[in-house]
């Protein structure tokens, strides 16, 4: 067993305070110095392997800033970084379950002591202001120190329970399933990317990652970190590259033994198709982990606490312009409140500060020239969906600088079976829905395919008891914003087209990654 204290959540560092402020200030100024302009490469076998192709990521705040490039790797890389984590494996899964958890703390204990670099790197790569960045890291932290206090509980024969028989010792043994490829979404590059790869490692196993194509410095900078903790070389395969070339060469190979994505619904099940199909040479039945999108609504009553329930509608909806699988996209508001409701949102969120993440504004720019296409094209949609009470607009600039900006948008009286109703935006773009009554929001609610994240704003006891069973969402909150879970505190995972719900920062993710061998020894 390693000798550590018990679990507990990363503190946020309070931005009301001017020292944390000026902290922060000082680490975006370290950053440009040290780390803007940087290339990363590839790491292949412990070894940096460079391209002739670098990917470029931009601010998204100031799009004529570069803010670092990687490497962009082939299929070749990918045949070669599988079968070098093959190798690697004969020797890491040996490992001590101590052992390898030591190395999750030392990668904690680096990134505690960089966690204002890796903010400020994501506020100018992402666009996060202070807070957003602030509470990414501290999940990140929270991964690590979580997951190598949870792999104890794998760590021995018999430490799953079976029942006693006499005349036999019968156990079951835990064990890694071999090389698993990672794949991350650009939304959190930080806390899912690191995540999604130190949990399978912990236990056993070894990874090859590609970090999303819009965040590749920050991933080059924790990738550095687990590699600095002491991971041997082989066990983290670094291979920032483009989805469209390589994602298939990855998911398709014979010798990937199984598959940890987090992003789209279609860019998942792509994968899940590609993963089903049995290649020459394949011996196994891949295994696929998921976590997709999400269409997350949060219900109002005439019982709420009116306040309450705006705050909690404005954070959900807004919070890093809507770019979190867990973000409200529906309001849904009972007849009897919708006016008071929807007009102190509307106010509420007209008053948001738009600007950068280095100026730590409320609303910053979307992540991407794509991203910026596509919600701005919902906002035309909805336009015709609905009443435009908010925004609408899609400047593209903000005082003088080019970026992907666009306003916060809130669209009322919306039909439940509109396009911007069931499709998930992934911007700053609400639709409110006005329901005859607590039944008829309830069904609005379980009216799309996803089912990731939702919340009651009610003082009702009988309808939050109502909603616990019927609610069809992977994480269900009552009378609070539907996002910001914390690693432990909310296990993290949605239903239906949401994911296969593997409940990540929950007591058994870890299982995801192993399979159980039952031993019985007649004596
Ligand atoms: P995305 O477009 O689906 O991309 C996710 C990752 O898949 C990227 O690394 C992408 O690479 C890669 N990819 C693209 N095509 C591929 C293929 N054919 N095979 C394998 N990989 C491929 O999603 P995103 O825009 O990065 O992230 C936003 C989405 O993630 C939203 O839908 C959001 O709801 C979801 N999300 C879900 C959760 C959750 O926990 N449920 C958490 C965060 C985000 P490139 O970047 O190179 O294209
Ligand atoms: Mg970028």
Redesign the pocket.
């Known amino acids: 067993m390693i000798r550590v204290q018990e679990y507990r959540p990363q503190a946020f560092t309070d931005f009301t305070k001017e020292e944390n402020v000026k902290a922060y200030q000082e680490a975006l100024a370290k950053v440009r110095a040290e780390i803007v302009g940087k290339h990363y490469t590839l790491i292949i076998d412990g070894q940096k392997v460079d391209t002739a192709e670098r990917m470029v990521s931009l601010n998204p705040c100031d799009t004529d800033e570069v803010v670092g490039t990687t490497a962009a790797a082939t299929k070749e890389h990918v045949d070669q970084a599988i079968a070098g984590a093959w190798k690697a494996f004969e020797g890491w899964k040996k490992w001590d379950m101590d052992a390898r958890a030591r190395i999750l703390l030392k990668a904690s204990a680096i990134l505690k002591r960089r966690r204002l670099e890796a903010c400020a790197i994501m506020s100018i790569e992402a666009g996060k202001n202070y807070a957003e960045a602030d509470v990414e890291v501290a999940e990140a932290i929270d991964f690590l120190e979580y997951y190598a206090r949870s792999a104890m509980k794998y760590a021995h024969f018999g430490s799953a329970e079976t029942t006693w028989f006499e005349g036999e010792e019968n156990g079951l043994m835990w064990i890694p399933l071999g090389v698993g490829v990672s ?6 590059p930080a806390a ?1 990317f690191l995540g999604m790869l130190a949990a399978p490692i912990v236990v056993g196993n070894c990874m090859v990652v ?5 965040a590749g410095v920050i991933a080059g900078f924790i990738a550095d970190i687990m590699l600095e903790a002491g991971l041997p070389a082989g066990v983290l395969q670094f291979l920032p ?4 070339e390589i ?2 060469a ?2 398709g190979h014979p010798k990937t033994r199984f598959i940890t ?8 099940l ?2 899940h198709e ?1 993963a089903a199909k049995v290649q020459p040479g394949q011996k196994w039945i891949k295994r696929t982990v998921m ?4 269409k997350d609504a949060l219900i109002v009553d005439e019982t709420a606490d009116i306040e309450n329930a705006v705050t909690s509608a404005v954070q959900s909806a807004f919070g890093f312009n809507g770019q ?2 867990s973000a409200m996209s529906r309001l849904i508001v009972v007849d009897d409140v919708y006016d008071e409701v929807v007009g102190k949102v509307v106010e509420r969120a007209g008053k948001l500060t738009m600007g950068t993440g280095e100026e730590n504004a409320n609303v910053t720019a979307v992540i991407s020239q794509k991203a910026f296409k596509s919600i701005s094209e919902y906002q035309k949609v909805g336009a015709g969906e609905g009443k435009v009470l908010l925004g609408g607009e899609a400047p593209g600039e903000h005082n003088g600088k080019k970026g992907n900006y666009i306003q916060p948008t809130i669209i009322g009286d919306v039909d439940r079976n509109a396009r911007i109703s069931q499709e ?1 935006i ?1 911007g700053p773009v609400v639709a409110v829905f006005r329901a005859k009554d607590w039944q008829d929001a309830l069904d609005i609610a379980n009216s799309t395919v996803y089912g ?1 994240t939702g919340g009651v704003c009610s003082n009702s006891r009988e309808r939050l008891e109502e909603a616990r069973e019927k609610f069809e969402v992977g994480n269900l909150y009552f009378n609070r914003k539907i996002t910001g879970a914390i690693v432990g505190v909310q296990p ?3 239903y239906n087209m ?2 296969t719900d593997s409940k ?1 920062g929950g007591p058994d993710y870890l299982s995801n990654f192993m399979q159980l061998k039952t031993v019985t020894e007649r004596w």
């Open positions: 794949i991350s979404p650009w939304n959190f899912i590609k970090p999303a194509d819009n590259g483009h989805g469209s994602g298939d990855m998911t994505f987090t992003g789209s619904v279609p860019v998942g792509r994968i590609v976590e997709l999108g999400g979190k699988c998930e992934f990731l993290f995972g949605g949401s994911g990540a």
